[in-house]
Structures are given as structure tokens and as C-alpha cells.
Nanobody, 121 residues
């Protein structure tokens, strides 16, 4: 019903930057929030940043001051600008969309496949 596709991952040196994009499409009635999570091998999936349809943002303490989440509601797109990247930022980054589909009665979480971010010299 809702397709979520991430892009922008890759290999970057410590201190470098990447910008991730996530586009939601399908039978969407309304998107309430979008967010980024990450998961490294052997670790639990953790929230990185979220943004509501009204523009309210929330960040994990580990990325505050380095990452910025933004969105274009008209395009159902969310971005994650990542600066001053560290090796510990290496993970698969997944986009989550809280959306109500056409004909639905409450929001549901939809996940993308993820995009790999590797920070290494």
C-alpha cells in the first residue's frame, strides 16, 4: 500500500558528509511523521531522528549538532543531512513512515529496505 525507498548511502571518510533521502509513495491519505533509524551488525535498531508533518523534530543525543532532518511534505520526502561523520555512525539507515492509507482508519508504520552508510578511512 505504501512504498518507502531510501537513497544516498555510501562510503565516506571520517569527518565527511552524506545526505540521505527517503520517498514515500502509494495510496497515502496522510503522513503524520517520518523518521530515520539505523542498525549496525550485532546491535539493536535505534532511532536517529524524526519529524512530524508539522515540522517538530527529535534527535538521538549521539547525533545532535551533526545531523539535520528535514522534509518536503508536498513530495512525501524526508532527508537526513549527516555531517562530521564518525566510524560509529556506520550502519544500515532505514526510513520509517507513519502514514494513513486511503480508506484506512489509523496510521501504520511503513519501512524502507535501508541504505548502507560506511564511515571509514
Amino acid at each position: 500500500q505504501v512504498q518507502v525507498v531510501e537513497s544516498g548511502g555510501g562510503l565516506v571518510q571520517p569527518g565527511g558528509s552524506l545526505r540521505l533521502s527517503c520517498v514515500a509513495s502509494g495510496r497515502i491519505f496522510s503522513i503524520y511523521a517520518m523518521g530515520w533509524y539505523r542498525q549496525a551488525p550485532g546491535k539493536q535498531r535505534e532511532l536517529v531522528a524524526t519529524i512530524t508533518n508539522g515540522g517538530s523534530t527529535n534527535y538521538a543525543d549521539s547525533v545532535k549538532g551533526r545531523f539535520t532532518i528535514s522534509r518536503d511534505n508536498a513530495k512525501n520526502t524526508v532527508y537526513l543531512q549527516m555531517n562530521s561523520l564518525k566510524p560509529e555512525d556506520t550502519a544500515v539507515y532505514l526510513c520509517n513512515v507513519a502514514a494513513q492509507v486511503q480508506g484506512g482508519i489509523f496510521p501504520t508504520a511503513y519501512w524502507g529496505q535501508g541504505t548502507q552508510v560506511t564511515v571509514s578511512s
